[in-house]
């Protein structure tokens, strides 16, 4: 029920609402990163995503 309100204040669809938070949590575990391994981390981040990606399909 809490996703249909939001969408429904926010004049938007249920997946909009859904990918819209997906995207600003994924933000905020980029924006956790420390500076001094960003990269390190970033590159370990996205190796997990795209195995799980790949291994789903």
Do not use: S
Request: aromatic share 8%; charged share 30%; glycine share 2%.
């Amino acid at each position: 029920m809490a996703l249909a309100r939001l969408a429904r204040h926010k004049g938007t669809t249920q997946r909009q609402i859904i990918e819209r938070l997906i995207l600003t949590e994924d933000q905020q575990v980029i924006n956790a990163f420390p500076l001094d391994r960003f990269d390190e981390q970033f590159d370990e981040y996205l190796a997990v995503n795209l195995y799980k990606t790949r291994k789903a399909k």
